[in-house]
């Protein structure tokens, strides 16, 4: 057996945590509805979040990728365009789910939101009465299945908690 003999030390170094594709999304969104820049640095760039930051910039936020620094630029607004836009999410639930949400944020116009066949069969009437709730005027163009159609979001105040 030999003898370990340990000494005092101090650890220093930088930990760079791994990107996620959760939080990119939400980032970008949350950037789309503050106004102002932001900047979301080690974003996870993939179809799902590259459908999010497309829908963000049809709502009207600029969105710009540096892939040079690692990282995203979003100029939100305080109010999203005005008219009448078609967004793709792709194959992604999150993104259908948190754009049709913002869409609802749109004073005057049409948001049609769709996805790949595998999307257009997930359910979404629990999201869509969740916003009929609070006084959106939504609706599935098919069986309670994307596409989507969000007209516009008149929100209650005071809505009863269920």
């Known amino acids: ?17 791994p990107p996620s594709k959760s939080y990119t999304h939400r980032a970008v ?21 590259k459908a999010t930051i497309d829908g963000c910039r049809r709502l009207g936020s600029f969105v710009c990728l540096d892939n040079n ?10 109010e999203f365009t005005m ?7 792709e194959n992604s639930g999150t993104t259908i789910r948190i754009l049709a949400s913002m869409a609802s944020l749109v004073k005057e116009g ?19 009465d969740a916003l009929k709730h ?12 994307p596409p989507l159609l969000v007209k516009w979001g008149r929100y209650k105040e005071g809505v009863e908690q269920v």
């Open 69 to 78: 620094m690692n990282r995203i630029i979003v100029h939100g607004r305080h």
């Open 83 to 89: 008219g009448y836009r078609v967004i793709n999410a």
């Open 110 to 128: 049409n948001t049609m939101l769709y996805g790949d066949a595998s999307l257009n069969r997930r359910p979404m009437q629990p999201l869509l």
């Open 29 to 49: 969104a949350v950037a789309s509805l503050a106004y102002g820049r932001s900047v979301i640095n080690n974003p996870l760039i993939a179809r799902d979040t």
């Open 134 to 145: 609070l006084g959106v005027w939504c609706r599935s163009l098919a069986d309670g299945t």
């Open 1 to 17: 057996m030999s003898n370990v003999r340990v000494k005092r030390s101090m650890l220093n170094g930088k930990v760079r945590c």
